[in-house]
């Protein structure tokens, strides 16, 4: 393993966490992607977890909040969403307990319904209904949230 490629390899990462946090499986697959050996890779991340550049838990929170501030969804989603960034279960239900706490997942519903509501007051109420029933779906909210956001 030389230094050199170990110095590039770091400020590559560096760069990459400049532009926006990251899970570690996201930086190493970045890293692979470059070309970067799999030696490298483990020492530069060893090293920016050792400094707190890289800290899943960190990153799954700020995520989470980001995520909530900008286009409000369901825990389901958000489930979804930090899986694809490979982070892990215990790391997620710690992240989606401190969700349930901070935001309640009916009232963002009803939010969502109310912002929805002018688009769709042409449409008869069944429509109007499986549209939002639908809308909320994939956005990742549990069917009770649905059921009382929409009646």
Same mark, same amino acid.
């Given at each position: 393993?030389?230094?050199?490629? *170990? *110095?590039?390899? #770091? @400020?590559?990462a560096y760069r990459l966490l400049a532009?926006?946090? =990251?899970?570690?499986?996201?930086?190493?697959?970045?890293?692979?992607?470059?070309?970067?050996?799999?030696?490298?890779? #483990?020492?530069t991340i060893a090293s920016l977890s050792?400094?707190?550049?890289?800290? @899943?838990?960190?990153?799954?929170?700020?995520?989470?909040?980001? #995520?909530?501030? *900008?286009?409000?969804?369901?825990?389901?989603?958000?489930?979804?969403?930090?899986?694809?960034?490979? *982070?892990?279960?215990?790391?997620?239900?710690?992240?989606?307990?401190?969700?349930? #706490?901070?935001? @309640?997942?009916?009232?963002?519903?009803?939010?969502?319904?109310?912002?929805?509501?002018?688009?769709?007051?042409?449409?008869?109420?069944?429509?109007?209904?499986?549209?939002?029933?639908?809308?909320?779906? =994939?956005?990742?909210?549990?069917?009770?949230?649905?059921?009382?956001?929409?009646?």
């Amino acid at each position: 393993m030389s230094s050199k490629e *170990l *110095l590039k390899a #770091k @400020d590559c990462a560096y760069r990459l966490l400049a532009y926006r946090p =990251r899970s570690t499986q996201e930086l190493t697959e970045r890293l692979e992607k470059k070309g970067f050996e799999s030696a490298i890779i #483990k020492e530069t991340i060893a090293s920016l977890s050792a400094l707190d550049y890289l800290n @899943d838990e960190k990153f799954a929170r700020s995520w989470v909040k980001t #995520k909530m501030q *900008l286009s409000p969804v369901g825990a389901g989603l958000l489930r979804f969403q930090l899986r694809q960034k490979g *982070l892990a279960n215990e790391i997620i239900n710690l992240v989606l307990g401190e969700y349930h #706490k901070q935001y @309640d997942e009916i009232e963002t519903a009803i939010q969502l319904v109310n912002s929805r509501k002018k688009q769709y007051k042409k449409l008869k109420p069944q429509a109007r209904k499986r549209r939002l029933y639908g809308y909320l779906k =994939r956005r990742g909210f549990s069917q009770e949230a649905i059921i009382k956001a929409i009646a």
